[in-house]
């Protein structure tokens, strides 16, 4: 199984820390932010990771190199300045990723959900051709209190329909999630696509599932949440 870090971001809310550094390098305890998805990504079993990048992608290039380090494959994928926003930028890495389903982990996520899990969540969506994506969901922020998605509540042990309704509790979309190639079907390579419209034209109740994590998560999008989250790190 392959995964693919999303780390084309501008960063603008980071700013001034990102005029000169990718936001994925950002540290978090005396190490670059994605690093941790790396390594906990090597943990885990993986050993193909795709990472897109737009803002500053040679340096992420530079930082990285191939993987060796953390005993993984690292491959580019190239964007073009502004990026192409998410479904745009997966759509565009799919000849890199294969024919499986894939996880996709947003480079500006802190979260303590263990990759290994979307092994099982892969094959999940293997066994019905109707299953195009599983989503990850946490309660929601402070910053995001509104939510993203209704979680319809499934089988014990297993994923329920995640939902663009109105009626029951919205929860956050945790920028990870397992998807396979089918739902880019539609999406250009190399134009600029959101992810969650493409979600939503196929939350049927059956295409879109998920499960909600109640561990550790945080959107490191403002310099003031990087530093609490490197406070909540802390020894």
């Known amino acids: 199984m392959k995964a693919m870090i999303l780390a084309a971001g501008r960063g603008e809310r980071m700013r001034p820390l990102t ?12 190490k670059p932010l994605i690093v941790w998805h790396l390594e906990r990504l090597a943990r885990a079993g993986f050993h193909d990771v795709v990472i897109n990048h737009a803002w500053l992608g040679g ?25 192409l926003e998410t479904a745009g930028g997966i759509a ?16 500006d996520v802190w979260c303590d959900w263990p990759p290994a899990q979307a092994h099982a969540r892969a094959q999940w969506l293997a066994a019905d ?32 329909a995640v939902l663009d309704a109105d009626a029951g509790r ?23 696509a959101r992810l969650a419209p493409l979600l939503r034209a196929h939350m049927d109740g059956i295409a879109i599932g998920g499960e909600r994590h109640a561990g550790a998560w945080e959107d490191v999008g403002t310099p003031e949440r990087l530093q609490a989250l490197n406070a909540a790190c802390a020894p």
Do not use: C, M
């Open 92 to 107: 565009t890495a799919l000849p890199l990723l294969g024919d499986e389903p894939f996880l996709v982990l947003n480079g």
């Open 170 to 192: 919205r929860l956050t979309f945790a920028g990870i999630g397992v998807y396979r190639p089918e739902l880019f079907a539609g999406t250009a390579a190399g134009e600029r």
């Open 59 to 83: 340096r992420i290039e530079a930082a990285l190199g191939d993987g060796g380090r953390w005993g993984l494959r690292i491959r580019y994928s190239p964007e073009p300045q502004g990026g």
């Open 19 to 30: 005029d000169h550094t990718p936001k994925p390098l950002l540290d978090v305890r005396g």
């Open 129 to 160: 051709p109707r299953r195009l994506a599983w989503l990850l969901l946490v309660d929601n922020p402070p910053q995001h209190l509104a939510g993203d998605f209704v979680l319809q509540d499934g089988v014990p042990g297993a994923p329920g």
